[in-house]
């Protein structure tokens, strides 16, 4: 009986580690292939910085350009929004409070026809803000458009400029909730 328990048994313990290599085998190409769909996704939604390109043999490496104090090396200067944009959203703003007679036709000076359009449906009286107290600050930017928030007697008002028609022109205002 033992003539015939002795093949089993060889087969058995010769299956199991066929099956436990094939199962070791799958399992590291699975986790390679997680591994580098990970790293394609990473690269393709913008999580990681692209590969560099290649070098042509013999260059050398670009040299490193050093941060700017206290920033870390990854840190890029942002671009400083135009100088007209930022004088453009506070020219608009200060006619924007304003009030004055015909304040809607001084204000459209510095608005796009679509803001102009919705300044003609405005009452003054609907404008608690009456001067500006002081200078703009950048709040963001992207090519052709800055968001700024200029300081008036009322709150911060956000203004959108943006570059239409050759200059720079208000594209939208609001005050700011500084609470309830």
Known sequence: MLDYLRPALEWLLW??????????????????????????????????????????????????????????????????????????????????????????????????PRLAAQLARTSPVMLPATRVTGPARVTGQAPGTVHLSVPTDAGPALVTVRFAGGRWLADSVMLARTGD
């Not at 099956?19 to 769909?37: D, E, K, R």
């Open 15 to 112: 299956s199991r580690k066929r099956v436990f290599l094939l199962s070791a085998t799958v399992l590291a190409v699975l986790i390679v292939a997680g591994q580098a769909i990970a790293m394609t996704a990473r690269h393709n939604c913008g999580g990681g910085p692209p590969p560099p390109p290649p070098r042509p043999p013999g260059a050398s490496a670009p040299a490193a350009r050093p941060a700017p104090q206290g920033q870390p090396a990854s840190a890029r200067p942002a671009r400083p929004a135009p100088a007209a944009a930022v004088s453009a959203g506070e020219d608009f703003t200060a006619a924007w409070a304003g009030h004055a007679a015909g304040w809607p036709a001084a204000a459209d000076r510095y608005a796009t």
